[in-house]
C-alpha cells in the first residue's frame, strides 16, 4: 500500500495568491515524522519544512505552513504568497518511527502565473 | 550549509557497462542514502547506510550494490547497466542525533541514460 499519495499532479497558482498542497499518509507507528521537499528544474531537492507526529502545533517556516490533521491522516503544504520561484515539484515524504529511511509521494508540480 | 556533491550531472552508458555513481558529503553525518527518481512514482529507495561498511537494502535494490568505505563517501554501482536502469539517481545524508533523526539534504542529481 502506499504509504504517501499526493493526488494532485500538477497545479497552476496566481502569482502573490496561496496554494494548497494534498498530502495523505497511511502508517500504524504513533511516533512518525512528515517531511516536505521542494525540486525546481534545476534537480536538487530542498527540505521546506517538518512536522512530528507529537507536535501540538503546526509547523511554519516563512511562507510554508504545514496543515497536519492527525485524525485525517493528511498533511498539507500551504504556500502563502506565491512568486513565481515557487514554480517547482513538491514532495511530500514520512519517516516512521526511528527508521532512517522516508517514503515519498508522487509529487505536485507548481506552476505561478504571473 | 551541507554540502552533498555527486560526481556527475549527466552519464550516458552502454548496456552491460559497469557504472559507478559517486556520492560525497562533508557535514560528518552518518546516514547515507541512494535514490531513483522517475516520473509519476516520486523518489524510490535503493540502498542507504547508517554508518561506515553498514548497508541495508531499501525498496529496489536489484541489479545496484554500494560501497561505503569512508563516512563522507557512498557509492552507487550498477553491475550491468540496463536500459530500464535509465532515470535519475539522487544521493542524501542525514544527522543521527541520540534519539532523533534529522531531515535528509540532497545533492543535486545524477540523469543517467542507458543506451
Known amino acids: 500500500a502506499q504509504k504517501i499519495t499526493q493526488t494532485q499532479p500538477g497545479m497552476f497558482v496566481q502569482e502573490k495568491e496561496a496554494v494548497t498542497l494534498d498530502c495523505t499518509y497511511d502508517?500504524?507507528?504513533?511516533?512518525?515524522?512528515l517531511f516536505w521537499y521542494k525540486q525546481p528544474s534545476s534537480g536538487e531537492m530542498i527540505f521546506l519544512i517538518y512536522q512530528g507526529s507529537y507536535d501540538q502545533q503546526n509547523a511554519t517556516e516563512g511562507r510554508y505552513s504545514l496543515n497536519f490533521q492527525k485524525a485525517r491522516k493528511s498533511a498539507n503544504l500551504v504556500i502563502s504568497a506565491s512568486q513565481l520561484g515557487d514554480s517547482a515539484m513538491y514532495f511530500c515524504a514520512m519517516r516512521e518511527g526511528r527508521d532512517y529511511k522516508l517514503s515519498f509521494g508522487a509529487g505536485t508540480t507548481v506552476t505561478v502565473r504571473a | 550549509d551541507v554540502k552533498v556533491t555527486q560526481s556527475s550531472r549527466y552519464l550516458v552508458k552502454r548496456t552491460g557497462e559497469k557504472v559507478f555513481l559517486e556520492c560525497v558529503q562533508d557535514m560528518d553525518h552518518e546516514n547515507m542514502f541512494w535514490y531513483r527518481q522517475d516520473p509519476g512514482l516520486g523518489l524510490r529507495l535503493i540502498y542507504f547506510?547508517?554508518?561506515?561498511?553498514?548497508?541495508e537494502k531499501g525498496d529496489i535494490p536489484e541489479g545496484y550494490s554500494v560501497s561505503r568505505e569512508k563516512k563522507e563517501r557512498f557509492s552507487l554501482i550498477l553491475e550491468s547497466a540496463s536500459t530500464n536502469q535509465t532515470s535519475m539517481y539522487l544521493c542524501?545524508?542525514?544527522?543521527?542525533?541520540?534519539?532523533?533523526?534529522?531531515?535528509?539534504?540532497f545533492g543535486p542529481g545524477t540523469r543517467l541514460t542507458v543506451t
Open positions: 502508517t500504524s507507528d504513533p511516533s512518525y515524522g
Open positions: 547506510s547508517y554508518d561506515v561498511k553498514m548497508k
Open positions: 542524501a545524508s542525514s544527522l543521527t542525533s541520540g534519539r532523533v533523526v534529522y531531515e535528509q539534504y
